[in-house]
């Protein structure tokens, strides 16, 4: 078993930055891949990052391409999301999620384990 633990979220104005951090414990950390997703209000459970399990290969959704980075410390068994430049349409509960296959999709079926997620709102 895998337990996520997210911190870091909170209200930002728009242009501003966050640092999302996502602490895992249980399995080797470095054995697999780790995403984040976001969901909003009323919509699904969308993807915005994933990084294979070296950090050698990293993914972004087209929305956040250019202001948000992922990475990680493995000897901290620690996924971070740097998000820079945030607008308003980037409001939502985000959550890290661990892919213990490292298939490394966007999908959020393939993901094995969640945390609870920490909510990010960007006022306008």
């Known amino acids: 078993q895998v337990q996520l633990v997210e911190s870091g979220g909170g209200l930002v104005q728009a242009g501003g930055s966050l640092r999302l951090s996502c602490a895992a414990s249980g399995r080797t950390f470095s054995s697999y891949t780790m995403g984040w997703f976001r969901q909003a209000p009323g919509k699904e459970r969308e993807f915005v990052a994933a990084?294979?399990?070296?950090?050698?290969?990293?993914y972004y959704a087209d929305s956040v391409k250019g202001r948000f980075a992922i990475s990680r410390d493995n000897a901290k068994n620690t996924v971070y999301l740097q998000m820079n430049s945030l607008k308003p349409e980037d409001t939502a509960a985000y959550y890290c999620?661990?892919?213990?296959?490292?298939?490394?999709?966007?999908?959020?079926?393939?993901?094995?384990?969640w945390g609870q997620g920490t909510q990010v709102t960007v006022s306008s």
């Open positions: 990084i294979t399990k070296s950090g050698g290969r990293i």
């Open positions: 999620a661990a892919d213990l296959k490292s298939i490394t999709t966007i999908s959020r079926y393939e993901y094995d384990y």
